[in-house]
Structures are given as structure tokens and as C-alpha cells.
């Protein structure tokens, strides 16, 4: 059986950032307040033209790039996200047309901030069933677009951004060992976007009513964050038969630091096992973990060997856990140049848009 190797890694966030300073020139608000109840004092906020979409792009060019993995290689592409670029088509299809990956197939996978870990199953379970090789896993938000700037209760928490994983498979034991799903529908209303939807399309009222906007009921939602980041933990290295002295480093959804703090003292563990970057970057949904992943790596703390646990509760309601064992990037033959497959792929995407609009109007004038 092969294993699901994290071998290439990427992240994306806005220039924009939104600092503590900055809301309290908008709402009735101040850091102090911001920092005590959630551990933010900055978030990255997407600029005009900046979509889920193209920060995704971005993260995946950047760990295709440390993997050496061509996009024509990937077999499969996973986005993740809360704020998908549309109903339909999918976010991941868009992605697998602008980087040229012609042989990939491409989903979405909603189950708000816990989605990357979700997604992150999905692709290790497909590369251990031998079905496919090479897998990318995206994390991409742009929640500043959902939030609403008048409610000083949710706009402070979110940001923007995306993180991107490439998993291969490979004879070498290591990876992604062992992740744990679970869901609670019956709290599904304390954290929603209640309209846009089939049951509360876009009306005038729906709009007024300001129910296109993230809606949520913080303590319900501590209170339940709290119980299941530890248990999941738990759960998840009993699956794999790991202790957690074993474990180097927990890499929780970056949500609120008092939540993290709580799941220390659940898993006796001190603070200072935790990988923790929310400061900078606030709540960024799927994109929270794959994002703290990049910046362990870079900064020297996840090394060759280490084994970690990746835990995140969200909407949904929803939670679980993953358990890998960090291997790097795998020794290959092939050797990628981001910026000539970056121009192929753009060149194929506005050539097959340019053919679709002339076939679309020739179509027209036969059938006028």
C-alpha cells in the first residue's frame, strides 16, 4: 500500500492588512478588547480583484514549485473553501484550468474551517487505495467579503488567504497515518451565512436583513471548540497507535487563541507545543492550517522525522484531526519552471476562452 507524502507546500495572503488600529477607526472597538478575547492584532484583506480563486492559483504555483511536480502530473485537485468563487462551477476548477492541469479532476469540499482536514483525508485515503498518484489540497478564503463591518463581534476575527498542499505517493513509510471526521448538523445555525442559498435565495429583504453576511453565536461556539479540539487529538493518535509524547507539534485551526489555550490544558501539553500565527493573520478558515504548516517549515520548526497533528473544529457543525509524520519534498527526476508552465497555462486558458466565444457566435448567426 502507498502512502501520502506531504511533499510540496504553498501560501498566499493579501498585501491589504487590517490592522486592530485600523477597526477601531470603523466599529466601536479597541485592541486591548481584540487582543484579550481572541489573540488577533492583525489580518490580511483582500484587494479588488483578489478572489478565492487567485489566491488559490497562487498557493498551488508555490508548492508545485517545492515539490517539482508538473501540473499536467496532478490527478486530482481539492479546494476547500468557505467563500467559493461561485454556487457553480467550482473554485478547484478554475484553479485546474489557470495552472494547466488537463488531467486533473477538480472539486470543492465544504465543511467550513475544519475543510482542509477533510480535504487533506480525502486525497491521503485516494492515494493509499493506489488510485491515484499525486493530489493538491487547497485552503483558500476571502471571508472579508462575507463579513459584515458593522457587527464588531465578527469582523475583527476573519482574513483573507490560502495554503496549498501537494500529497504524492510513495513506498517510503510516512505522511498522512491516520484522520478523524465527525459533524453535529444540530448546530448548524450557530455559525451560518443564511442566505444565497436555495432555501433564502438573494432577494431585496434578504440583502436589507443583512443575512448574506457571516452570522454567529460566540459563546455556543467556544463552548463547543473547546470540548473537541483535545478529544479529537486524542482520538486521533489512539487510531494511529501514536502517543502524544511523540508527538512534535499540534497545528490547530488558527480561530481564537483562547480556544488553543484551552486545548493545551485539555492535552497537558504547554503552549509552546502549538504552532500558533493567528496574530498576524486571524481567522482564515481552510486556509488557517495549511498556512501554519508553510511557516513552520520556512522558519525551521517542522523538521524531517517530526510527527505532528493537524485538529480544527467549524460551521457545520464540524471537527476532527490528522496525524502525519513530516518526510519533505521526495527526490524526483523532474524539475519545474513555474514561470513557463505559468505562461502555457494562461496562454491555453485565453486561447480556449477566445475559441468558445467565436464557436458561440458563429453558433448564433446559423441559428438566427
Not at 210 to 235: C, N, P, S, W
Request: with cysteine; proline share 3%; net charge positive.
Amino acid at each position: 500500500m502507498p502512502f501520502a507524502h506531504i511533499t510540496g507546500w504553498g501560501m498566499a495572503v493579501p498585501e491589504k492588512i487590517l490592522t486592530n488600529a485600523d477597526l477601531e477607526k470603523i466599529i466601536d472597538t479597541n485592541d486591548k478588547w481584540i487582543v484579550e478575547r481572541t489573540g488577533i492584532k492583525e489580518r490580511h484583506i483582500a484587494l479588488e480583484g483578489q478572489t478565492t480563486s487567485s489566491l488559490a492559483v497562487e498557493a498551488a504555483w508555490k508548492a508545485l514549485s517545492v515539490a517539482k511536480i508538473k501540473p499536467t502530473e496532478i490527478d486530482l485537485i481539492i479546494c476547500a473553501t468557505s467563500t467559493p468563487e461561485y454556487l457553480f462551477p467550482a473554485t478547484a476548477c478554475l484553479v485546474q484550468d489557470r495552472i494547466g492541469a488537463t488531467k486533473a479532476g477538480a472539486f470543492d469540499l465544504s465543511a467550513a474551517c475544519t475543510g482542509f482536514i477533510y480535504a487533506l483525508n480525502m486525497a491521503a485515503q485516494a492515494i493509499r487505495s493506489g488510485s491515484l498518484k499525486v493530489v493538491l489540497v487547497i485552503g483558500s478564503e476571502t471571508l472579508s467579503r462575507f463579513v459584515d463591518w458593522n457587527d464588531r463581534n465578527t469582523c475583527i476575527l476573519f482574513g483573507d488567504g490560502a495554503g496549498a498542499l501537494v500529497l504524492q505517493a510513495s513506498d517510503t513509510p510516512g505522511g498522512v497515518i491516520s484522520t478523524v471526521m465527525h459533524s453535529d448538523g444540530s448546530g448548524a445555525d450557530l455559525l451560518s451565512v443564511p442566505a444565497g442559498g436555495s432555501k433564502n435565495p438573494a432577494t431585496e429583504a434578504t440583502i436589507r436583513a443583512g443575512l448574506h453576511y457571516i452570522q454567529m453565536d460566540g459563546r455556543e461556539v467556544f463552548r463547543f471548540a473547546t470540548r473537541v479540539m483535545a478529544k479529537a487529538t486524542h482520538e486521533v493518535l489512539s487510531a494511529a497507535g501514536i502517543l502524544i509524547e511523540d508527538v512534535k507539534w499540534i497545528i490547530p485551526h488558527q480561530a481564537n487563541l483562547r480556544i488553543i489555550e484551552a486545548a493545551a490544558r485539555g492535552l497537558k501539553l504547554p503552549i509552546g507545543k502549538f504552532i500558533i500565527n493567528l496574530d498576524r493573520y486571524g481567522n482564515t478558515s481552510t486556509a488557517s492550517i495549511p498556512i501554519a504548516i508553510c511557516e513552520a517549515i520556512k522558519d525551521g520548526r517542522l523538521q524531517k522525522g517530526d510527527k505532528f497533528v493537524l485538529v480544527g473544529f467549524g460551521a457545520g457543525l464540524t471537527w476532527g484531526a490528522s496525524v502525519a509524520q513530516w518526510t519533505g519534498v521526495l527526490e524526483t527526476e523532474h524539475v519545474i519552471r513555474p514561470t513557463y508552465f505559468r505562461i502555457f497555462a494562461r496562454t491555453r486558458s485565453f486561447l480556449r476562452r477566445l475559441w468558445l466565444r467565436i464557436e458561440g457566435i458563429v453558433w448564433g448567426r446559423k441559428n438566427m
